[in-house]
């Protein structure tokens, strides 16, 4: 089973518009990381935003905000206010713990097109 | 700082040629990774290692080889390469620990094996 779904392969959002970008995952750990990160078309990974799985409140960094829903295993980033230099991909990453090795997933990845 | 580095940044291989592609950190972590990324799968684990000296086996194994004689580096050897091996490979490091940990990724080698 896959442990990190991303079921959008492409999304269009206008600028100075939100975007939803989902994510859901799979395990049986109970101390678990969900991270967000974007990749440019210049190919680098660049880090957004990390939500522990005992973390009470939603994580925001920013434009960004990541939607946890713990009993639906969802953990979907949030883009407010969209800009054109936010066209990219998104990956979803889950670091499991430390029992099964804390391990890194990540998912298939969305393309994001912000249109002017 | 430099981070995590990686080179070569490209690199052409004939099929059966070995080669290693190099990674290095400098901030002292623990963990370090090597994925590959291939289009429409993400990025795929293939080896990865907790310290010095230790290392285990990812999704994506077969046909790679590592080893970690210091904690700064990690090399990801091909030993015969094939053209299923054609993708874009990353290094990746983090401290040890649960918390917010982040993974400091490498700027990728772009690997085309003809």
């Known amino acids: 089973a896959q442990k990190i779904t991303q079921t959008q392969p492409g999304m269009f959002v206008q600028e100075k518009e939100a975007v939803t970008l989902d994510c859901t995952y799979d395990t049986s750990d109970q101390s678990y990381g969900l991270f967000w990160y974007k990749q440019p078309s210049s190919g680098e990974m660049i880090f957004l935003i990390y939500?522990?799985?005992?973390?009470?409140q939603n994580a925001t960094e920013g434009r960004y905000s990541l939607n946890f829903q713990k009993a639906r295993k969802s953990a979907n980033l949030v883009i407010s206010a969209s800009q054109l230099g936010d066209s990219a991909m998104y990956f979803c990453?889950?670091?499991?713990?430390?029992?099964?090795?804390?391990?890194?997933?990540f998912g298939t990845g969305t393309s994001l097109t912000v249109i002017p | 700082n430099a981070g995590v580095t990686q080179t070569p940044k490209f690199q052409v291989l004939k099929t059966g040629q070995s080669m290693t592609l190099q990674c290095a950190q400098d901030m002292n972590h623990e963990y370090m990774s090597w994925y590959r990324q291939d289009p429409g799968m993400g990025l795929r684990l293939i080896h990865y290692s907790v310290g010095a000296g230790i290392t285990d086996q990812g999704e994506v194994p077969n046909g790679y080889n590592v080893s970690r004689s210091t904690t700064e580096d990690f090399p990801l050897r091909l030993l015969s390469a094939a053209p299923s091996q054609t993708s874009v490979y990353f290094c990746?490091?983090?401290?040890?620990?649960?918390?917010?940990?982040?993974?400091?990724f490498g700027p990728g080698t772009r690997l085309t094996v003809t």
């Open positions: 939500q522990g799985s005992y973390d009470e």
């Open positions: 990453a889950m670091r499991e713990g430390p029992n099964t090795g804390n391990q890194f997933y």
């Open positions: 990746a490091s983090r401290p040890a620990g649960t918390g917010n940990y982040e993974q400091y």
